[in-house]
RNA sequence: GGCACCGUAGCCAAGCGGUAAGGCAGGGGUCUGCAAAACCCCCAUUCGGCGGUUCGAUUCCGCCCGGUGCCUCCA
């Protein structure tokens, strides 16, 4: 089956082809640094950045580009207040922007060019135009004609930039070039807040950095993929917490398949062919289904444990792990050494909820001293001591581990 | 007022013409000193309501009810 995405022009999902056969150029709208970018950004930006990763597993040579728009009047108003340069300014939220991307496996884009760096182009397009008037998205319109051509393939950007700002980007670029801009323009739908939505005036504005201190950025990820990328999504802990336990699930999985194939002595590699393959190819192909496709990933997760458990064959267990990180590297999803990632998101659990990690080692070799006199009722006692603090204590043939509760 | 979108089990959430994915919670089981984790089984005769089209509708059309967004250069 062929790629099918929904394309805002028609309001219809569309077979794509890329206009060069193999290569595709994307153009996303970025954002606008004037303050430390929220959870809304962190949609559009996840959102993008699977569609690349999976343009890329289809084998298609990508350039992505995904622009700064590093002036403009609120911009200028906010450095103004802080007795700032603007330009300092700007660039200053640019890192900060690109720090809290990365806990979310946003990867950085092939081209991200910035609207002061291309100040010549604009006012060429408008000299071409007749009269023209800087702002009105111009920044756009010249920057995805410089690095993607007149015409090129994908567009994406907020649900909110359908208008204005790209019907002025359509306007403008269309009677400079008298081609059409974009074939396919994709929009990802709102984030909302408890079904409300996020605006300042309400206060309920969530940014990332704040989110970060509580959360797996890679939780984060996995919560705003479990809807699809057109579709609202209404953010709140509960769907949050659920996210985390779903990549807590992966990693204590791909753990165990390490142990089990250490324990095998295993070394070879895992084949990646098998019928699951299909489907999830086909979940992504219609319209970027993540929510299904993350269906699916589950389900091979599952399988993975119940082969372990059922003590499968080396090589079946490696074809299964190979096959989740597979298309975990499509959904950005498990891509970290399994052991690290549990170890630091034990860390930022316990560190939520004020729990020391000494502590816990000290009441583990406290508790295990107790099992090996057989002193159950102190074990016991141990346990519930740190359960009141939300630490559960799973005991397993090699010692003791530990997690925080959720 | 104009224009969109949404309403699926206790909760989150796919599917969008062929007879309801997945997750959480819940119930039962295997395993376990205890406890978890993991796995297996169960858990919507039904998709806001009423009509219509169709051999067949959660999926298409109309109306109604409920919720949300956009119409101010907010992803």
Redesign the pocket.
């Known amino acids: 089956m062929p790629l099918r995405l929904t394309n805002t022009l028609s ?1 219809r999902k569309e077979e794509f082809t890329p206009l060069t056969p193999g290569r595709v150029g994307v153009y996303v ?1 970025g ?2 640094v004037y303050d430390l970018p ?1 959870i ?2 962190a ?2 930006l996840v959102a993008f950045d699977t569609a690349v990763r999976f343009l890329r597993w289809s084998k298609l040579h990508v350039t992505y580009v995904r622009n700064w728009t590093d002036v ?1 009047d ?1 911009i200028i108003k906010r450095a103004n207040e802080r007795g700032e340069d603007p330009a300092v300014f700007s660039a200053r939220y640019i890192e900060e922007c690109k720090r809290d991307m990365a806990p979310l496996g946003v990867a950085s884009a092939d081209i991200e060019p910035k609207a002061t760096e291309h100040v010549p182009e604009m006012i060429a397009l408008i000299e071409k135009l007749g009269k023209g008037r800087p ?3 111009i920044e756009c319109s010249a920057m995805s004609q410089k690095y993607l051509g007149t015409t090129f393939d994908v567009h994406g ?5 359908v ?3 790209h019907e002025n980007e359509i306007a403008q670029s269309e009677a400079a070039s008298d081609q059409p801009l974009a074939r396919f323009w994709l929009h ?5 807040m408890d ?5 300042k005036s309400l206060g309920n504005v969530r940014n990332i950095r704040d989110l970060l201190k509580s959360w797996d950025g890679e939780s984060i990820r996995a919560f705003l993929l ?3 990328y057109r ?4 953010f709140n802990d ?2 949050l917490a ?1 996210a985390d ?2 990549v807590e ?1 992966f990693y ?2 791909l753990h165990k398949a390490d142990v089990y194939l250490a324990a095998k002595k295993f070394s070879g590699r895992g084949a990646i062919e098998g019928p699951t393959r299909d489907a999830f190819r086909e979940a992504m192909e ?2 970027l ?1 993540t ?2 496709a ?2 699916i990933v ?2 091979l ?3 993975l ?2 082969n ?2 059922g003590k499968a064959a080396a090589q079946k267990v490696a074809d299964l792990r190979a096959e989740v990180i597979d298309f975990g590297r499509v959904l950005g999803l498990g891509e970290r050494e399994p052991i690290e990632a549990i170890r630091d998101r034990r860390s930022l659990a316990a560190h939520r909820k004020g729990i020391d990690l000494g502590w816990v080692e000290e009441r583990i070799r406290e508790r295990l001293a107790a ?1 090996k006199a057989k002193d ?2 102190r ?2 006692a141990i ?1 519930a001591e740190v359960s009141a603090k939300g630490v ?5 043939a090699t010692g003791t581990d530990w ?1 925080v509760l959720p």
């Open positions: 309001d709208c954002i606008t929220h809304g950004h949609r559009f403009d609120k702002g009105w998205h950007g907020g649900k909110d930039l208008f204005p700002h990802n739908g709102f984030m909302t079904s409300e939505k996020m605006s479990s809807t699809p579709h609202p999504i209404s509960m769907a659920d336990g779903r699930y204590e999985t219609d319209d289904n929510a299904q993350l269906a589950n389900e997760y599952k399988q444990n119940a372990i458990d099992r159950f009722a074990a016991d346990r559960e204590l799973r005991d397993a997690r």
